[in-house]
C-alpha cells in the first residue's frame, strides 16, 4: 500500500535514533498516534525545510525538474558544480548540460578544458527530447561567451515553455563587475533583446536595472550587488529586490526589498551559480514572498563564504592571502545550513 503523509505547516517532522515519531506541532490536524498507524513501518528518511515528510519505501514524491546550462570544473565549484548539489539536497532533480568542462576555474595560474558548442549543445538537448524526457520545471543559466550558444539556450527554453508554460526561467547575467566586462560585446544585445525577454527570474548586479528589466520581461529581479551607500556603513553591500505578483483580480502587485550584505576581503568563484541556484529554490518554496526567500538565499550565501573563509585563512596561515584553491567553496561541509538556513540576514520592505 502506498501512504503519503503531508504536514501543511512550517514545522518538521524529526526521527529520533530509534525511529520514532516525535514532533510538537502538526498545524494540519494530524495527530502523532494517527500519523504512526497510517504509516505502521519505519520510515527511511525526513527530508528538513520542506513541507512535506518523505518516506522512500512507500511514497513517491512529485519530482521538480531543473535544467541546468552552465560550466563545468573538475575541481572545485563553479558552474554546475556549485549550482546541482545546494538543489540537490533541497529536493530538486538537476539534469546538468555543461557548457564547457575546465580542469579548474580560470582564476588558478593555469587550466586546460573544452568548450561545448551551439550545435553540440543541440545535440545533447535532441537525444532528452528522443526520449521524452524534457519536461522541466525550471531551466537555470549561468556564464556564457558565446552568441550562437547563448542563442541556442533561448531557443531551448522557448521549446520547453510551449511545452510547460509554467516552465520557470532563471537567467544569472554574468557580464561584467565593477566597471569591466567578462563577456564580448557582441553578447549584450542577444541578453537584451533574447534572453531577458524569455527570463522569469533574473539576478544582475546593478541597481538601475531593476525597472528596465521588470518591462522586457522577467517578474523577479534580485540586484545581487549595488553602489548605493549602506545605512550601515561602507563595509556593507546594498542589495535590491523586486517582485511583481499576478493578483486574483488580474491586477500585479509588487514587492520590492532591501538587503544590507557584509563586504567579505577575498575573491571567491562559484558564488553567483550558488546565489541564482538557492534563489531558484527559495522562490519555489516561497513563490510570492520574496522577502522570505531572499533572506533564506543570501543566509545561505552568508554560512558557506564565513566557513569557507575560515577555513582558507587556516589553511594560508597567518598574514598570507589565501589562494585560488583554499577559496573553494566549502559546499559539502555546509550542507546543513543550505538545507535549513538559520536567518543571519533580514530583508526590509521598501514602500514607494
Same mark, same amino acid.
Given at each position: 500500500m502506498s501512504v503519503s503523509v503531508w504536514v501543511?505547516?512550517?514545522?518538521?517532522?524529526?526521527?529520533?535514533?530509534?525511529?520514532?515519531?516525535?514532533?510538537?506541532?502538526?498545524?494540519?490536524?494530524?495527530?502523532?498516534?494517527?500519523?504512526?498507524?497510517?504509516?505502521?513501518?519505519?520510515?527511511?528518511?525526513?527530508?528538513?525545510?520542506?513541507?512535506?515528510?518523505?518516506?522512500?519505501?512507500?511514497?513517491?514524491?512529485?519530482?521538480?525538474?531543473?535544467?541546468s546550462i552552465q560550466s563545468h570544473v573538475v575541481r572545485g565549484y563553479v558552474g554546475n558544480k556549485s549550482a546541482s548539489f545546494p538543489l540537490q539536497?533541497?529536493?530538486f532533480e538537476v539534469d546538468s548540460i555543461n557548457s564547457?568542462?575546465?580542469?579548474?576555474?580560470?582564476?588558478?595560474?593555469?587550466?586546460?578544458?573544452?568548450?561545448?558548442?551551439?550545435?553540440?549543445?543541440?545535440?545533447?538537448?535532441?537525444?532528452?527530447?528522443?526520449?521524452?524526457?524534457?519536461?522541466?520545471?525550471? #531551466?537555470? /543559466? =549561468?556564464?556564457?561567451?558565446?552568441?550562437?550558444? +547563448?542563442?541556442?539556450?533561448?531557443?531551448?527554453?522557448?521549446? $520547453? &515553455?510551449?511545452?510547460?508554460?509554467?516552465?520557470?526561467?532563471?537567467?544569472?547575467?554574468v557580464l561584467g563587475d565593477h566597471g569591466s566586462m567578462y563577456v564580448p560585446e557582441n553578447l549584450h544585445p542577444v541578453y537584451k533583446n533574447k534572453v531577458v525577454p524569455v527570463a522569469d527570474i533574473i539576478t544582475p548586479n546593478q541597481f538601475e536595472v531593476m525597472d528596465l528589466l521588470h518591462k522586457m520581461g522577467p517578474d523577479t529581479v534580485v540586484i545581487t550587488s549595488s553602489d548605493l551607500p549602506s545605512r550601515l556603513g561602507d563595509r556593507f553591500l546594498v542589495s535590491l529586490g523586486s517582485q511583481r505578483t499576478l493578483m486574483p483580480d488580474g491586477t500585479k502587485s509588487t514587492q520590492r526589498v532591501?538587503?544590507?550584505?557584509?563586504?567579505?576581503?577575498?575573491?571567491? #568563484?562559484? /558564488? =553567483?551559480?550558488?546565489?541564482?541556484?538557492?534563489? +531558484?529554490?527559495?522562490?519555489?518554496?516561497?513563490?510570492?514572498? $520574496? &522577502?522570505?526567500?531572499?533572506?533564506?538565499t543570501f543566509s545561505v550565501m552568508h554560512h558557506v563564504i564565513k566557513r569557507t573563509i575560515s577555513y582558507a585563512h587556516e589553511l594560508a596561515g597567518p598574514g598570507r592571502k589565501p589562494s585560488p584553491p583554499q577559496l573553494e567553496l566549502r559546499m559539502?561541509?555546509?550542507?546543513?545550513?543550505?538545507?535549513?538556513?538559520?536567518?543571519?540576514m533580514e530583508a526590509t520592505v521598501l514602500t514607494l
Open positions: 501543511l505547516c512550517p514545522s518538521v517532522l524529526w526521527l529520533d535514533s530509534d525511529f520514532t515519531l516525535t514532533e510538537n506541532t502538526l498545524d494540519c490536524g494530524l495527530g502523532i498516534a494517527a500519523l504512526r498507524a497510517a504509516l505502521n513501518t519505519k520510515p527511511a528518511f525526513v527530508l528538513r525545510g520542506l513541507c512535506s515528510v518523505f518516506y522512500s519505501n512507500f511514497m513517491h514524491e512529485m519530482e521538480c525538474r531543473v535544467l539536497v533541497l529536493g564547457v568542462q575546465f580542469s579548474n576555474h580560470t582564476g588558478y595560474s593555469h587550466w586546460k578544458g573544452q568548450v561545448l558548442t551551439a550545435d553540440e549543445l543541440h545535440v545533447l538537448y535532441e537525444g532528452i527530447k528522443l526520449n521524452n524526457v524534457h519536461h522541466y520545471d525550471y #531551466v537555470l /543559466t =549561468g556564464y556564457t561567451r558565446d552568441t550562437s550558444f +547563448l542563442e541556442m539556450v533561448v531557443d531551448i527554453v522557448q521549446e $520547453l &515553455k510551449r511545452a510547460n508554460p509554467n516552465l520557470v526561467y532563471v537567467c544569472d547575467p532591501r538587503m544590507e550584505i557584509p563586504k567579505v576581503d577575498a575573491v571567491f #568563484v562559484g /558564488t =553567483g551559480d550558488l546565489f541564482a541556484a538557492m534563489l +531558484l529554490a527559495w522562490t519555489h518554496h516561497y513563490p510570492n514572498d $520574496l &522577502k522570505t526567500a531572499c533572506e533564506k559539502v561541509q555546509s550542507k546543513a545550513d543550505i538545507e535549513d538556513p538559520a536567518i543571519v
